[in-house]
């Protein structure tokens, strides 16, 4: 069973939080899918990661640029891990069907947006029911705080 974080984004939005969390997994020597709602959120991601400066550096990949099994971060609207991610970032309210093969997913939904906040909640009650390890963390002052698990 996989390890599933679900990140509640209450003061900034995805495109803020999303580096900081890449970041983190390529300082770990990790790998990470991002898996997009849609082919606009790809391209918006795949910009602002070029742009991040918070961390500086996020080398990435989409289908469009190729070459997955060499990019540590891929953006991508399949359920796939071409390049050997152990990390799936989910977004959007994008679901993988292989969940299991991933040693952590982290699932992050808009606070702000009430639909998006219920679809999250949905996709808990089902993950617990599958009987994967699940965590909350919601955006506070100082940073991520865990509020369950």
Known sequence: MAEIGFYHLTRTPLAQALPRLLGRVLESGGRAVVLC??????????ASLWL???????????????????QPIWLTTEDEA???????FLVDGAESARL???????????????????AARDRWRRAK????ALTYWQQGQRGWEKKAG
């Open 100 to 118: 299991d093969r991933f040693d952590r997913v982290l699932d992050l939904f808009d606070g702000n947006d009430a639909e998006a906040t219920e």
């Open 37 to 46: 709602g849609g082919p606009e959120r790809l391209a918006a991601l795949d």
């Open 52 to 70: 991040s400066t918070d961390p500086d550096w996020l080398p990435h990949g989409t289908p469009a640029v190729g070459h997955a099994d060499m």
């Open 82 to 88: 071409p390049n050997g991610a152990r990390f799936l």
């Open 129 to 132: 029911a599958a009987g994967h």
